[in-house]
């Protein structure tokens, strides 16, 4: 009884605050650079551009972009209206909320702004003396994001990552702003130049009234050198051109031209961490399976053994006829895989896979493969740039698949960014395995969260 009574004083304690504190998150300001300056002033009163009807800035990820655009909007509508309605979207309401509104918050409140968050109705409300605003959260991913946004009157509507959200959704949006005074502000990294934004809104700038600002790296001041360069490791190619660069460029010509068949088409002998098996599969074109090899220590991806059988060229083969070559080849590289992942349009390979108990005796998971092409893509990349991905020589279809696998010029001319459909199998179950294993593992979790958008690019 006496044990029960001083715990009930102890939980009195708590809730009195007397022996508990709970450490609060804060924000330290650090300097902003005269682009950040200029995207929180260029609404002032004293502003040459104050009469712009809105703001864009896109550029380079990491470039202080958000931070300030975020702020300012806020201090904006804080400043110049009082009871009114205003929006904010990102790609989705949960990546809006962890790359923007948890820092705006911080922000707003070492600022002396009272904030409420009513998450079940996606609703921010701010407050600072006799002034109260109310601040709507949108997802804008696809087509029918426009639906949630039709009705509402907004004094202002800000978009983070713009680029990743459908025109239907932007057009209907900036349509709500029909308050006297209100203004757009967007905010994203480049993707093709030929991209509905980029022709719509950067391009017709001037035309609709609008401020333009372009950002780089060295935009942030609170960005160390280190920081810059390890970033700039991440990408290649044209994403290289897009993200550290900041250009709205082109995908073109070869898709990883960072590979080197003398860097990577190499022999490795390792402990390996896990081992397991990705592929891709056709009837007429080509089947291929890899083994894969993970190294904790050196972070490492690598291709142990391949099989490819292409039967247009040499004849075609059964479901079942895949699954017994498939259990040989493991037996001939004398390896037991933690999971075998297949291209998820292949659900008759799959079906079959897990029908047959050799695979359950040594249980060997059946899983359909991640496959977002993009952001695979960009994962390859980065691994191959940083020499973290590499094949054995034996691998002879993937090395040539390598060279050929371009971008579609033809799908370019029509404003679609593709890759050549041809003789891609073995690209294809590349992008397989270091994607779903890293989505499985979270072996490449701050990349993948960086590419896919999930995690903060400014």
Same mark, same amino acid.
């Given at each position: 009884?006496?044990?029960? !009574?001083?715990?009930?004083?102890?939980?009195?304690?708590?809730?009195?605050?007397?022996?508990?504190?709970?450490?609060?998150?804060?924000?330290?300001?650090?300097?902003?650079?005269?682009?950040?300056?200029?995207?929180?002033?260029?609404?002032?009163?004293?502003?040459?551009?104050?009469?712009?009807?809105?703001?864009?800035?896109?550029?380079?990820? /990491?470039?202080?972009?958000? =931070? #300030?655009?975020?702020? #300012?909007? @806020?201090?904006?509508?804080?400043?110049?209206?009082?009871?009114?309605?205003?929006?904010?979207?990102?790609?989705? =309401?949960?990546?809006? *909320?962890?790359? &923007?509104?948890?820092?705006?918050?911080?922000?707003?409140?070492?600022?002396?702004?009272?904030?409420?968050?009513? *998450?079940?109705?996606?609703?921010? &409300?701010?407050?600072?003396?006799?002034?109260?605003?109310?601040?709507?959260?949108?997802?804008?991913?696809?087509?029918?994001?426009? !639906?949630?946004?039709?009705?509402?009157?907004?004094?202002?509507?800000?978009?983070?990552?713009? @680029?990743?959200?459908?025109?239907?959704?932007?057009?209907?949006?900036?349509?709500?702003?029909?308050?006297?005074?209100?203004?757009?502000?967007?905010?994203?990294?480049?993707?093709?130049?030929?991209?509905?934004?980029?022709?719509?809104?950067? !391009?017709?700038?001037?035309?609709?009234?609008?401020?333009?600002?372009?950002?780089?790296?060295? !935009?942030?001041? +609170?960005?160390?050198?280190? %920081?810059?360069?390890?970033?700039?490791?991440?990408?290649?190619?044209?994403?290289?051109?897009?993200?550290?660069?900041?250009?709205?460029?082109? @995908?073109?010509?070869?898709?990883?031209?960072?590979?080197?068949?003398?860097?990577?088409?190499?022999?490795?002998?390792?402990?390996?961490?896990?081992?397991?098996?990705?592929?891709?599969?056709? %009837?007429?074109?080509a089947t291929t399976f890899g083994i894969f090899g993970y190294?904790?220590?050196?972070? /490492?991806?690598?291709?142990?053994?391949?099989?490819?059988?292409?039967?247009?060229?040499?004849?075609?083969?059964?479901?079942?006829?895949?699954?017994?070559?498939?259990?040989?080849?493991?037996?001939?590289?004398? &390896?037991?895989?933690?999971? =075998?992942? %297949?291209?998820?349009?292949?659900?008759?390979?799959? &079906?079959?896979?897990?029908?047959?108990?050799?695979?359950? /005796?040594?249980?060997?998971?059946?899983?359909?493969?991640?496959?977002?092409?993009?952001?695979?893509?960009?994962?390859?990349?980065?691994?191959?740039? =940083?020499?973290?991905?590499?094949?054995?020589? +034996?691998?002879?279809?993937?090395?040539?698949?390598?060279? #050929?696998?371009?971008?579609? #010029?033809?799908?370019?001319?029509?404003?679609?960014?593709?890759?050549?459909?041809?003789?891609?199998?073995?690209?294809?179950?590349?992008?397989?395995?270091?994607?779903?294993?890293?989505?499985?593992? *979270?072996?490449?979790?701050?990349?993948?969260?960086?590419?896919?958008?999930?995690?903060? /690019?400014?």
């Open positions: 009884m006496k044990k029960i !009574d001083d715990l009930k004083k102890k939980w009195s304690k708590i809730k009195n605050n007397k022996t508990h504190t709970v450490k609060k998150a804060t924000i330290k300001f650090k300097p902003f650079s005269k682009k950040q300056k200029q995207v929180l002033t260029w609404w002032n009163d004293n502003s040459p551009v104050k009469d712009k009807d809105g703001i864009i800035a896109d550029g380079a990820i /990491r470039s202080g972009k958000t =931070i #300030s655009m975020s702020l #300012s909007y @806020a201090i904006w509508a804080m400043s110049k209206f009082n009871g009114q309605n205003f929006g904010m979207a990102g790609k989705t =309401i949960g990546s809006f *909320r962890r790359n &923007v509104l948890f820092w705006l918050k911080l922000m707003l409140k070492a600022r002396n702004y009272q904030i409420q968050d009513k *998450r079940a109705d996606n609703l921010l &409300v701010a407050s600072k003396g006799n002034t109260t605003n109310y601040f709507y959260i949108f997802g804008g991913k696809d087509e029918r994001s426009q !639906d949630l946004i039709q009705g509402i009157t907004l004094a202002g509507m800000f978009f983070d990552e713009v @680029a990743l959200m459908p025109e239907s959704f932007v057009n209907q949006a900036t349509g709500r702003c029909s308050v006297e005074g209100s203004k757009w502000w967007f905010n994203c990294n480049p993707g093709a130049p030929f991209h509905w934004f980029k022709k719509n809104w950067i !391009d017709k700038a001037k035309e609709k009234n609008l401020l333009y600002l372009h950002f780089t790296m060295d !935009d942030n001041l +609170s960005l160390p050198e280190k %920081i810059k360069n390890r970033y700039k490791s991440m990408y290649a190619g044209v994403f290289y051109l897009r993200y550290i660069l900041g250009q709205w460029a082109v @995908a073109d010509g070869a898709v990883y031209p960072m590979f080197n068949p003398e860097v990577h088409a190499v022999e490795l002998k390792r402990n390996w961490t896990r081992i397991f098996i990705a592929g891709d599969f056709g %009837i007429q074109n190294y904790a220590p050196e972070k /490492r991806y690598h291709q142990i053994a391949s099989y490819y059988h292409n039967g247009r060229e040499e004849g075609q083969k059964t479901v079942k006829e895949y699954v017994a070559d498939l259990k040989n080849f493991i037996r001939e590289n004398m &390896v037991i895989p933690e999971y =075998i992942t %297949i291209d998820p349009s292949a659900a008759a390979l799959m &079906v079959e896979l897990r029908k047959d108990t050799w695979f359950s /005796r040594h249980n060997i998971r059946i899983i359909p493969a991640k496959n977002n092409v993009e952001i695979g893509i960009q994962l390859v990349s980065y691994l191959l740039n =940083i020499n973290k991905l590499t094949l054995d020589p +034996s691998c002879t279809y993937d090395i040539e698949e390598f060279s #050929s696998y371009v971008w579609d #010029s033809d799908k370019l001319d029509k404003g679609k960014e593709e890759v050549v459909k041809l003789n891609d199998h073995a690209m294809d179950k590349i992008r397989y395995a270091i994607m779903t294993d890293s989505k499985i593992h *979270r072996t490449l979790d701050r990349a993948l969260k960086l590419f896919s958008g999930k995690g903060t /690019r400014e």
